[in-house]
């Protein structure tokens, strides 16, 4: 069955910390694969996607992501965290046509 | 700036009320999604239109239906509303290329009482 699994579903990291956020997906076919955040009280907003190509992704903010077909993951990657980070993380896979499969998401807290 | 609205941030309804929840966008998308968003489930896709007047179920269609008359409009309809439809809806659009970028609205914070 095509799944995505955020094992973290909460992380704290000091500002100026790095920061790595995981998410494992499975899926038949080669997949598409999105990095959203969803600050408070808004909706989500795309980071960056991997289609194909380099598997080194870079997003907006300043955040990269890593595919590993190996492995299933598309873990997610910002050397310095600001405090404006703070908001919830979703990965998702394209599965299909239209649909995506969204993970259940990894909030994510920084200390100042 | 690319934009997609809807009706209502937050709403508050009784059981057994029709509620009507509508979404806007700008950007003459094809593709219109309609998501429930509940702590520790993520994001469940309710229905989806790639068309005006088509529609096609998600994974959790059951107590709602959708409507699209127009391309930049789709509304999601509570026939009758339950406690177990209090949640955040979210929806979203993208461009008839397959699997593209999702923009999404603010999300609408109904409570069933």
């Known amino acids: 069955a095509q799944s995505v699994t955020q094992p973290d579903i909460h992380i704290t990291v000091s500002e100026g910390a790095s920061l790595e956020l995981r998410c494992n997906y499975s899926?038949?076919?080669?997949?598409?694969l999105f990095w959203y955040v969803q600050s408070p009280g808004q909706g989500l907003q795309l980071l960056l996607k991997y289609f194909s190509g380099d598997t080194l992704v870079q997003g907006i903010k300043g955040f990269e992501a890593e595919f590993k077909r190996s492995q299933s993951s598309f873990n997610l990657r910002k050397p310095s965290v600001h405090w404006s980070d703070a908001a919830e993380y979703f990965c998702?896979?394209?599965?299909?046509?239209?649909?995506?499969?969204f993970g259940t998401g990894t909030r994510l807290k920084v200390l100042a | 700036d690319v934009k997609v609205t809807q009706s209502s941030r937050y709403l508050v309804k009784r059981t057994g009320e029709k509620v009507f929840l509508e979404c806007v966008q700008d950007m003459d998308h094809e593709n219109m999604f309609w998501y429930r968003q509940d702590p520790g489930l993520g994001l469940r896709l309710i229905y989806f239109s790639y068309d005006v007047k088509m529609k096609e179920k998600g994974d959790i269609p059951e107590g709602y239906s959708v409507s699209r008359e127009k391309k930049e409009r789709f509304s999601l309809i509570l026939e009758s509303a339950s406690t177990n439809q209090t949640s955040m809806y979210l929806c979203?659009?993208?461009?008839?290329?397959?699997?593209?970028?999702?923009?999404f609205g603010p999300g609408t914070r109904l409570t069933v009482l």
């Open positions: 998702a896979v394209g599965a299909g046509t239209y649909k995506y499969i």
């Open positions: 899926y038949g076919a080669t997949p598409y």
């Open positions: 979203a659009s993208s461009s008839g290329l397959a699997l593209g970028e999702q923009f």
